[in-house]
């Protein structure tokens, strides 16, 4: 049964061999295709640390830092699904007197905006006291997924259009697709500055700025097969 079932394994692989074999070469053309858009973004996330502080011997608590962030949202005219807890955090020591100092709060809160202009008008609504820190902390498009697909079909139709291109050099008619498929080379995050938001121009009340955020570097690549007809 051995011997049977290894001579029945060598005439199958046999008859494997032959039809490969038998098979005609099939003349093929493999390109790079590659899109590039940049965006301005429209969602902008910043986050905002409030900081409790102590005035003379009173302390200006949390709750009144928060209410003042909160209508200063409603009066940028934005949502208030827009604003949210991010952290919060605290410590009582006082490494500079060596000894525990009254507990100060530390709140962090991140808020969606379309544009840099609304962070200017923020600023100027917030106790600069009780502001800790402001940063950006992410950038995006409301339509980034609809950008990022339109990508791969232009990729897809310049791998097309360069691989009949090549073709033609040589006297070749560029047949149908063999093989497609989407190369990831780390998709880059979006480029932003990570910097406080305050500046001398946004101080200054006489200036308005109509400055754009740094734009998002989207790019698609794609890897086409095609046979030569």
């Known amino acids: ?38 965006v301005v973004p429209d969602e902008i996330y910043l986050r905002i640390a409030l900081k409790e502080y102590k005035q003379n011997t009173k302390i200006v608590n949390m709750d009144k830092l928060e209410s003042q962030l909160v209508k200063a949202v409603d009066q940028l005219g934005l949502p208030k699904e827009n604003l949210t807890v991010d952290n919060i955090y605290g410590y ?3 490494w500079r007197k ?14 969606k905006v379309s544009n840099v202009k609304m962070i200017n008008n923020l600023i100027e609504k917030l106790d600069p006291e009780g502001v800790n820190s402001m ?16 990508l791969k079909l232009q990729a897809l139709k310049s791998a097309k259009e360069k691989a009949a291109y090549l073709l033609k ?21 979006p480029m932003y500055e990570r910097s406080m938001a305050y500046s001398k121009a946004s101080q200054d009340e006489s200036y308005q700025s109509d400055l754009e955020f740094k734009t998002i570097k989207l790019k698609s690549n ?8």
């Open 1 to 38: 049964m051995k011997k049977l079932a290894l001579l029945l394994a060598l005439f199958i692989s046999g008859m494997t061999y032959a039809q490969q074999q038998n098979q005609p070469l099939i003349k093929k053309i493999e390109v790079m295709g590659t899109a590039e858009l940049e």
């Open 92 to 94: 009582n020591w006082d």
């Open 98 to 111: 060596k000894k525990s100092d009254d507990f100060l709060a530390t709140k962090s809160f991140k808020l």
């Open 135 to 150: 940063n950006v902390a992410e950038v995006t498009h409301s339509k980034i997924k609809e950008y990022k697909n339109d």
């Open 169 to 189: 050099g040589i006297g070749e008619e560029l047949g149908g697709a063999l093989e497609i498929q989407e190369v990831d080379f780390g998709d880059p995050q």
């Open 222 to 229: 794609i890897r086409a097969v095609f046979e030569i007809d």
